[in-house]
């Protein structure tokens, strides 16, 4: 899809809306004129070709261009080959901003010079983020790499119409004995307690992130993923042999299923609790709003309580600017833009629900379940952007995956499969 | 005594044309089995594209269907961007085509008609070359031509170009293609040459004159091979290219998949669109398409 929106293409609406914006505008339109007009033509990459987050990045592609002059080419690629092919991509003649993920995904590509530093930009629009996502979007060496659009957090997921006829209240679920009674109630119904899936080999890579940072803490769970601490360690097996008491709970054909084949459990009430990011809220829409309206979101339970409940995968989407790009000062300048409160307002003016993390969202136009997932976001100290994003690219998918995989056909075999994750690991190259 | 002689003759033609029945039966049946093997995924996705992926998410696969049409057609065609997407395709296909049997018609002239000392060991580094996986070697491919784009001072000299594509496809089909119009060029007696250089044909007028229109029965079968081939391609566009629009149709089969969730139904009228050129190229030489598949076994 090549969409070239020009400035003489610009939305007629928009237009006016600038005008109307009349004198207080002349004066920053010259500005601006002044220090971007020079940037020549831009290119964004999106990394989806889906409705609606098409609709919401031609919002701030369209704003932009309403506000700088600039001429941008929107290029859109489906997802998962975007993904695939981004190192030939970043090394070769990418857009120059393009849509990422932060942590570990793209702390990789930093550190191997492809992406820009825009510390810069971060000095300007910092004050309208949280710290925690500034971390996340700092590279190992310190730097800002990237700029946060959007977030969802990671949490059992429950019908609430569903747990009142069971009578049962998941918000008084805190710790680990709660949710084990809750699930053995739930099996005494005839239900399936917890909904999972591992047919694509990364579902349950939350559940292992959840277990091990409520076990074992967040920093312990940085390490190990970071390669500096061992998955040999008892801690880990600890880790499985909790995993372990939840499987009578869960569905049988764990491995025959991919994400949405454990989300229609849930959505057929067929099961309790469903752990997932919260993502798939556009899939219960999609089917009805009713479903949607039944939908909620409750933080894992604890189970060590030196750690609580302070960790949770929120996994990040958001911007970066490529090296390689034709245009590094264009791209930054865009990327600014878009972590402005003012590209936010853009994306969120398109009407496609999004749960910003930018400061300035007027979070009074959430709805109940996005208020709840901040809620539960808020609840944790730290943030982990899940299992796929934090480790290196070549240990997540090739090896992480079928080990979880091995396990759940022999749950038994726990010491094998983790000397052999470790044994993986120590083979790797260094980067 | 006739009578005789004929009582036992008349049961045992009857058994022989018995004993053949059976085997034609026999036949039939295996036969069958495979086109319902063969047939039963095509089926199964026309089945697919034409229900909804609702009701599929609601029953399960093997639900009785509620609702039949095309609408899974209408919706693909809008965010397929055909007409990109095909056009994309032609423009790699078609040169493709045409280079791969010009230089591979060449080099088979050569290495046939000609001896020199390295004619068999070029002949088997060109088949040998066909056998590389393209996974193997594509991350040297890339890197190589990035490095020729920097040097031209253009990075989209030829990675995110039609021509770096077609390139790689000329280069990697040509091995197979030198090697049948090779061996298929072995049955054309010698002496035609001879007596194309006796009247004084120059080298070129030997190839272009005398053996290219020789070559039009196995150039047919592999024009029709090559471009199905090259049509299904889906690897060296996505590796070579980085801009979507850019790239072929069977890379446009995953403008209909969602980031998390995949309409099958929605993919399956996709892929049933995308397969209509090779079957339209199917049909209208079919002939040529059963030729190049026995082509050099029997000739070489």
Redesign the interface.
Same mark, same amino acid.
């Given at each position: 899809?090549?969409n070239k929106i020009s400035n003489h293409e610009v939305d007629r609406r928009l237009v006016l809306k600038g005008a109307a914006a009349g004198g207080l505008g002349i004066a920053g339109a010259t500005m601006l004129a002044g220090c971007a007009g020079s940037t020549g033509p831009i290119s964004f990459g999106a990394r #989806?070709? !889906?409705e609606s987050p098409t609709i919401q990045l031609k919002g701030l592609v369209d704003a932009y261009v309403a506000k700088t002059g600039n001429e941008v080419t929107y @290029?859109? #690629?489906?997802? @998962?080959?975007f993904q /695939? /092919?981004l190192s030939?991509?970043l &090394?070769? #003649?990418?857009d120059d901003c393009f849509q990422w993920m932060a942590g570990y995904r793209m702390q990789f590509f930093a550190a191997q010079g492809l992406l820009v530093d825009i510390s810069d930009v971060w000095d300007e629009i910092g004050d309208q983020y949280n710290e925690s996502y500034k971390i996340a979007s700092t590279g190992l060496d310190g730097k800002q790499y990237f700029v946060p659009q959007s977030w969802y957090p990671w949490g059992l997921h429950f019908r609430k119409s569903m747990m009142a006829e069971i009578g049962m209240n998941p918000e008084d679920i805190y710790n680990w004995d709660d949710f084990m009674s809750a699930l053995g109630e739930l099996k005494a119904q005839g239900l399936i307690g917890l909904a999972s899936a591992d047919k694509g080999g990364w579902e349950a890579m939350g559940t292992f992130d959840i277990l091990n940072a409520r076990i074992n803490g967040y920093q312990f769970h940085v390490d190990l993923l970071g390669g500096r601490e061992k998955w040999t360690d008892d801690r880990v097996k600890e880790v499985f042999r909790h995993w372990e008491m939840l499987l009578p709970y869960m569905n049988t054909n764990v491995l025959d299923l991919e994400? !949405?084949g454990a989300m &229609?459990l849930l959505l &057929?009430r067929q099961s309790g609790f469903f752990f997932n990011g919260s993502?798939?809220g556009g /899939?219960f829409l999609e089917?009805s709003q009713e479903d949607y309206d039944d939908l909620w979101i409750v933080p894992f339970p604890e189970i060590n309580p030196d750690h609580a409940r302070d960790t949770i995968d929120a996994p990040i989407d958001g911007f970066c600017v490529a090296k390689?790009g034709a245009n590094n000062d264009g791209g930054k300048d865009l990327i600014k833009f878009a972590g402005d409160m003012e590209g936010v307002q853009a994306m969120l003016d398109t009407g496609i629900p999004m749960t910003s993390a930018n400061n300035g969202q007027d979070r009074s136009s959430y709805d109940a379940f996005q208020t709840q997932q901040l809620a539960v976001m808020n609840e944790a100290k730290y943030i982990t952007q899940f299992l796929d994003r934090d480790t290196r690219p070549d240990f997540a998918g090739p090896v992480v995956g079928p080990a979880l995989q091995s396990w759940f056909k022999d749950p038994s075999s726990t010491d094998e499969i983790l000397e052999s994750l470790q044994s993986q690991w120590d083979a790797l190259p260094p980067l | 005594m006739t009578t005789n002689i004929k009582v036992p003759e008349f049961p045992k033609r009857k058994k022989k044309l018995y004993a053949q029945d059976i085997k034609d039966r026999f036949i039939s049946a295996f036969i069958a089995i495979f086109a319902i093997v063969w047939v039963f995924p095509i089926v199964w996705t026309l089945w697919s594209s034409l229900r909804p992926y609702k009701e599929i998410r609601a029953g399960g696969v093997f639900s009785p269907p509620q609702e039949l049409g095309f609408f899974n057609y209408e919706d693909a065609i809008g965010r397929m961007e055909l007409p990109t997407y095909f056009a994309n395709t032609a423009l790699i296909t078609l040169p493709a085509v045409f280079l791969t049997l010009l230089f591979g018609s060449l080099m088979a002239f050569v290495v046939t008609r000609y001896s020199f000392k390295l004619n068999v060991a070029m002949l088997l580094l060109f088949t040998a070359g066909n056998m590389l996986p393209p996974q193997l070697v594509f991350i040297p491919v890339f890197k190589l031509y990035l490095i020729l784009g920097d040097l031209v001072g253009d990075r989209r000299f030829l990675y995110d170009n039609h021509w770096g594509v077609v390139l790689i496809h000329v280069a990697f089909q040509m091995g197979f293609a030198t090697f049948v119009l090779s061996s298929y060029m072995k049955t054309i007696p010698k002496e035609i040459s001879e007596s194309a250089m006796v009247d004084g044909a120059s080298v070129f007028t030997h190839y272009w004159r005398v053996m290219l229109p020789l070559l039009r029965p196995p150039l047919a079968s592999l024009a029709v091979l090559m471009t199905t081939w090259i049509y299904n391609d889906f690897f060296w566009a996505l590796v070579l290219m980085s801009t979507d629009s850019k790239r072929p149709i069977t890379s446009a089969l995953g403008r209909l998949q969602g980031e998390f969730v995949t309409d099958y139904n929605l993919l399956a009228a996709g892929a049933m669109i995308a397969a209509i050129p090779t079957l339209i190229v199917f049909f209208v030489m079919r002939k040529q398409f059963v030729g190049g598949l026995t082509l050099g076994s029997t000739k070489g």
């Open positions: 899809m090549l #989806t070709v !889906d @290029n859109a #690629t489906e997802s @998962n080959a /695939n /092919n030939q991509y &090394q070769g #003649t990418p994400w !949405d &229609q &057929q993502w798939f /899939n089917q390689n | -």
